[in-house]
């Protein structure tokens, strides 16, 4: 009597292990790169990626449960491999834009990816309206060079210089051959880090934000927007902000305020 009883128990124990739900398996996200991008996205020696938005995607995969299989492609790539959903989502400072989310979806921005004034640090030049008269710099072709064209007659700037490299552009502004030099304000705050005598002067507001990209309609866009909303509430997009770029997060901007998933208009 008492082994069948033994039996019993066993059997019963081993039907209801059986009919318990199991814990779902971690999923992978696979996220589409390309890390030559710093502080955004980097590609190491080892194979391993390093950057603002390679943290800021760990994070979201570890509070959805989730690994992570970050894919190195080329910025335009990452279009073609959201459409065609061979990549869950891409990073890589990317834009939101109407014309993108007609065919893309985007989560809510988290930078406000600004055009900044960058001078040296005691320099007379406080504003824009200090460089009347006065040489300025941009690189090439960049966005900061077509507003400084934009902007001549606004604020009479004298002779302007385009660079080929942000480094040389950087070098010129420390030196004083540049009275200042207009770029995005993510790569000065990145390189004053390298470079105390540099100071951003003023940051001017372009409307662009920074967003993770999604195949069109994609099932995970509420998920991971959910996730970059908590992010910003506890102040962890603030710290990485500042783990990357050295200095604290700007109050109001997207980095730190919840924003709604954008719709194209």
Avoid: C
Avoid at 49 to 60: C, H, N, T
Avoid at 91 to 97: A, E, K, L
Avoid at 175 to 204: C, T, W
Wanted: hydrophobic share 40%; net charge negative; charged share 25%.
């Amino acid at each position: 009597m008492k082994i069948a009883n033994t039996l019993l128990i066993a059997l019963s124990l081993a039907g209801a292990l059986a009919a318990a739900p199991q814990s779902a398996a971690a999923e992978t996200l696979t996220v589409g790169a390309y890390p030559a991008n710093p502080p955004w996205e980097v590609k190491k020696e080892d194979g391993s990626f390093e950057g603002f938005e390679v943290d800021l995607v760990k994070e979201i995969a570890k509070r959805l449960g989730d690994e992570v299989d970050i894919q190195d492609l080329g910025f335009q790539a990452l279009f073609a491999a959201t459409a065609s959903r061979r990549i869950d989502l891409a990073i890589s400072t990317i834009s939101i834009t109407n014309d993108r989310l007609k065919n893309q979806s985007f989560t809510q921005g988290y930078y406000d990816s600004d055009l900044a004034l960058v001078t040296q640090v005691g320099s007379e030049v406080k504003t824009l309206e200090d460089l009347k008269g006065k040489t300025v710099g941009a690189l090439s072709t960049s966005t900061g060079e077509t507003w400084i064209k934009d902007n001549q007659e606004k604020y009479g700037f004298g002779e302007y210089k385009g660079y080929d490299t942000f480094q040389n552009l950087l070098l010129d502004v420390q030196n004083g051959r540049v009275a200042g030099g207009i770029s995005d304000i993510g790569g000065f705050q990145y390189a004053m880090k390298q470079l105390p005598q540099l100071s951003i002067a003023e940051r001017i507001q372009t409307g662009d934000r920074f967003a993770m990209m999604l195949p069109k309609n994609s099932p995970l866009l509420e998920k991971v927007n959910d996730a970059i909303s908590a992010i910003k509430k506890d102040g962890t997009m603030a710290k990485l902000h500042e783990k990357w770029l050295g200095v604290p997060a700007d109050p109001g901007t997207s980095t730190v305020e919840v924003l709604p998933i954008p719709t194209a208009e």
